[in-house]
């Protein structure tokens, strides 16, 4: 009985040893949590198996509907367009900023497509602690299903057959919770929330109108025949006016200059 007693106080004393170790280590700071500095081959492997183990299990019994639907494709990639390029990529598009940044780096999604369970349970979950966010907060189900079904062909698109589908698409559209067009500093996006394609400029994705996007609740259908683009006396200066054929005036900001598809600002490089 004393030898039983005494080794239960030797577990005891050696589990306290290892949560005041253990303790001492989380408080200390001396792990560097920076996105520059990799973990250790160690903890790599370990977050590694942990990710891909809890999204095997949870994505298991999901239901994979008809992803050949080409409604579906084409939705998916007017919202893959908007949503994702910055970190996953598009063909004909060079690493991003975000692409770079981001540790541990998001998969390039033209070179490779995800089984689509684990695909659809990733975007509508996100993964803690890596830049993936959670869509299915802001989307549908059938809106993540779309760009799932577009990531799946993906990697078989060139340059121009990507530029094709998203011109088709409805552009950045999931029913509801969509960013909204003007944010501050953005230097991609134009009047219309329109993105340019890989090798065009905004003003040449925008020419005739063929890029996707979207309008406000009651916007004539005829509203794209305007009079030509023009300042007005009254504009604000960097600002340009122009009259559509209903009568109504838009004012938006003066577009930049054509940007490179991974830039659109100047940081020194």
Not at 27 to 39: E, L, M, T
Not at 81 to 106: D, K
């Amino acid at each position: 009985m004393k030898r039983y007693i005494k080794h239960i106080r030797s577990v005891l004393i050696f589990t306290l040893v290892i949560v005041v170790l253990a303790l001492g280590f989380l408080f200390s700071g001396v792990y560097n949590i920076a996105a520059s500095d990799p973990h250790t081959p160690m903890v790599h492997r370990a977050l590694e198996t942990l990710r891909d183990r809890s999204i095997a299990v949870r994505s298991k019994t999901i239901e994979v509907p008809d992803l050949s639907d080409a409604a579906l494709i084409r939705q998916g990639a007017g919202n893959y367009h908007a949503m994702c390029t910055g970190c996953h990529l598009m063909p004909g598009m060079a690493e991003s900023e975000m692409y770079n940044g981001l540790y541990p780096q998001p998969p390039d999604l033209t070179q490779a497509s995800v089984e689509p369970g684990r695909a659809f349970w990733v975007v509508k979950h996100g993964i803690k602690a890596s830049g993936m966010p959670a869509w299915g907060k802001s989307m549908e189900d059938r809106y993540l299903w779309g760009l799932v079904a577009f990531q799946q062909k993906l990697p078989d698109l060139t340059p121009e057959a990507y530029r094709a589908m998203v011109a088709e698409s409805g552009g950045h559209s999931h029913g509801g919770g969509e960013t909204p067009a003007h944010v501050p500093g953005e230097a991609t996006a134009d009047d219309h929330g329109e993105v340019p394609m890989p090798g065009m400029s905004t003003q040449e994705s925008k020419a005739g109108e063929s890029a996707p996007h979207g309008h406000a609740p009651g916007t004539p259908a005829d509203h794209h025949e305007a009079a030509p683009t023009e300042s007005t006396p009254n504009s604000a200066p960097g600002t340009i006016e122009h009259r559509h054929a209903d009568g109504t005036v838009e004012s938006h900001p003066a577009p930049p200059a054509p940007a490179k598809a991974d830039e659109g600002h100047d940081h020194g490089h």
